[in-house]
């Protein structure tokens, strides 16, 4: 315990994926790295493509076969990159588990919820479809589904959105995994069941010590809900650090885009939202500098050079920025306007 | 939205019967097109099943005597030609119907179904075989590869039974396929993935179960276009061989006679239309039973 207390349970370094799309060979993911301790928890954050949903697919190892993974993944020490499918087989939804945003899909319409929930106990446990059952109706009323020995041979479409989630949590848990992946859980939620949901995820992450990486565009979700973050653009980590640090000081001008993007209570009616003028980068169409530079305020000749390496600016507090001198002056203005 | 109070008290009541069977029965007898579906394949069927005790005159006796009679109190539907009974040649038709179709669509969704499962787990090379393969098969009109293979083991009913066989893989593999990759992009596979499952399993579990539905619709279709190429098979002289009667051959025999006797043609017409009807409708009906989206109460 002394040993592994203190060492990753998860770890990785310079992870790099390229996809082949049909708009020619893409780096979606390049340069990530990070390590979790039990019972740490890491968000993920940024817009759509920024490469959020690439990396956990990674992690799992279900990206597509034509994908190329560089770089390494190692879970208590074992290397994960190259291992054999049939092998990740058995990590998947024992070891390593994910719950996916869509709940209304994420479940097989064809099959009662009690069989999906089951489903990985008779997978990786020896235990009979009798044990599998009971412990599939002791994990849904866990995940506060009510009236859960009853419902347990229903079928997904007769749950309402919260209810199936819970259902998907209950799926994902259902081995006990150590590392929990929460791709966008709550996204497609109203927001009353949100908070339920997310409350759920953390207690279950405290009473099993499981590292969980959420993954999420709502800086409100990652804010209650994380330890560390990564803010994520154009398939880079532009900022990482403990969330109190990134969202106090905020290095990066993306970061700081996305913070002024965010609606907010008691603004004056009629404030308009500021945006962050252009789009996100075509993937297979990189800029060779900064990812951001085309879309940055205070972009520099040098910033296009080539990718910025990450600057500390703090403990722990990394910020992939050439200027963060200006950036940081810049930062404490935003944060009072 | 009102679904998730409905739905709860629907799953009180439904899940009061925890077998599926039970439930199953319940509704299916509950079904319109499922019950009249069930009933006009039944009555095939059980004229079929008749034959092989009762008819009400031999359906190979030749009397040309007593040629193209109308219907009478001794021949119900009067009689052909060669003054064979239409009512016994109908119940006789139906058997090789019946077999035509049933092992015909039985080697159709045998082969395509598995071949267009496998294509679409696999991806790759193995798809790109398996459906330029079918492409080739395809590309044969069943009269042709009946012709092809009559040439090699001799005309009768299994060679046309064979060559439909193998001309309706083609059709199942595409549909098979084209569904299976629909369902292989949904999220609960991915779902599946993450949850340890291989291919194999996925395919079993989660794939075919949910282009089952499609499958079911499609096989009483090509049920009906089997019965129709057997037909087409019996009048070039490659199906069903003389005296053997079916459906099929005894529209074309009344094609000749199309203006002196309409009525020979109309009555394997209907045999064939009530048949195709009641096969299309029990698919219909089954495709709503077996998908639990669809299984509410009416």
């Known amino acids: 315990m002394s040993v592994s207390a203190n060492a990753p349970l998860i770890e990785v370094r310079d992870l790099g994926v390229h996809l082949n799309t049909s708009r020619g ?24 493509g920024c490469g959020k949903s690439v990396t956990a697919l990674a992690l799992m190892g279900l990206l597509p076969d034509s994908a190329v993974i560089s770089g390494s993944i190692r879970l208590e020490g074992s290397e994960l990159v190259g ?69 347990v041979d229903a079928y997904p479409h007769q749950f309402s959105g919260g209810q199936r989630q819970r259902v998907t949590i209950a799926m994902a848990l259902a081995c006990q995994p150590d590392v929990l992946i929460a791709d966008e859980p709550t996204t497609a939620l109203d927001v009353t069941i949100q908070g339920q949901i997310l409350d759920l995820i953390a207690d279950f992450v405290a009473e099993r010590g499981m590292s969980m990486i959420l993954i999420s565009h709502d800086l409100g979700v990652i804010a209650e809900n994380v330890q ?13 650090g403990a969330t109190d640090a990134v969202f106090t000081r905020m290095g990066h001008p993306y970061t700081q885009g996305l913070f002024r993007a965010r609606p907010r209570l008691g603004a004056r009616k009629g404030t308009r939202l500021k945006t962050i003028a252009g789009t996100v980068p075509e993937l297979a169409d990189l800029p060779s500098g900064c990812t951001f530079a085309d879309r940055c305020a205070i972009v520099e000749d040098r910033c296009r050079v ?23 002056a810049e930062a404490v203005g935003v944060l009072g306007a | 939205m009102s679904t998730p109070l409905s739905a709860s008290v629907e799953v009180g009541a439904t899940t009061a019967h925890p077998r599926l069977a039970n439930g199953f029965w319940r509704r299916a007898l509950r079904h319109r097109s499922f019950v009249v579906g069930g009933t006009l394949s039944l009555m095939v069927l059980c004229a079929a099943l008749l034959s092989l005790v009762w008819t009400p005159w031999s359906a190979y006796e030749i009397d040309v005597a007593s040629k193209l009679r109308p219907p009478s109190a001794a021949h119900w539907l009067g009689t052909d030609v060669l ?38 787990a696999r991806k790759g090379w193995t798809e790109e075989l398996i459906m330029r393969m079918s492409d080739f098969t395809f590309a044969f009109p069943a009269v042709l590869s009946a012709i092809m293979l009559a040439a090699v083991v001799g005309p009768g009913m299994v060679t046309s039974i064979i060559a439909i066989g193998i001309f309706q893989i083609p059709t199942l593999v595409r549909l098979t396929r084209g569904s299976a ?118």
Not at chain 1, 228 to 240: I, S
């Open chain 1, 228 to 240: 560390r973050m990564m803010v994520m653009y154009g398939g880079t980590v532009v900022e990482n």
């Open chain 1, 306 to 328: 080539a990718l910025p390496i990450p600057v500390d600016v703090g403990a722990g507090h990394g910020v992939r920025c050439l200027r963060t001198d200006v950036s940081m």
């Open chain 1, 25 to 48: 060979p893409a780096l979606a993911v390049r340069g990530v790295s990070f390590a979790l301790k039990r019972g740490e928890t890491l968000g993920l954050v940024g817009e759509s």
């Open chain 2, 181 to 298: 990759n629909a369902i292989w992009a949904r999220e609960f596979v991915l779902a599946a993935r993450a949850s340890g499952k291989g291919g194999f399993r996925i395919t079993i579990e989660h794939v075919l179960p949910n282009v089952l539905p499609i499958l079911i619709v499609q096989g009483t279709i090509q049920f009906a276009l089997a019965i129709l190429a057997e037909a087409a098979l019996s009048y070039l002289g490659l199906g069903t061989q003389p005296p053997q009667p079916s459906w099929g051959r005894m529209l074309n025999d009344a094609q000749t006679l199309l203006f002196q006797s309409p009525m020979l043609a109309v009555y394997p017409g209907a045999a064939i239309a009530v048949a195709v009807l009641g096969l299309n409708l029990l698919g219909d009906g089954l495709r709503d039973l077996l998908d639990p989206r669809l299984a509410r109460e009416r």
């Open chain 1, 83 to 151: 291992l054999s499918d049939a092998n990740y087989c058995k990590l998947r939804g024992n070891r390593i588990s994910m719950i996916f945003q869509e709940p209304m899909t994420a479940l097989n319409p064809m099959h009662t919820i009690g069989r999906q929930v089951a489903e990985p106990l008779r997978r990786h446990t020896n235990c009979s479809a009798g044990e599998a059952r009971k412990e599939a109706i002791a994990l849904l009323d866990r995940v506060g589904l009510p009236d859960a020995a009853k419902r």
């Open chain 2, 83 to 120: 003054g064979r009974d239409i009512v016994s040649l109908l119940l006789v038709g139906a058997r090789s119907t019946i077999m035509v179709g049933i092992i015909a669509v039985g080697i159709g969704l045998t082969f395509g179904v598995c071949l267009g499962l496998i294509a679409s």
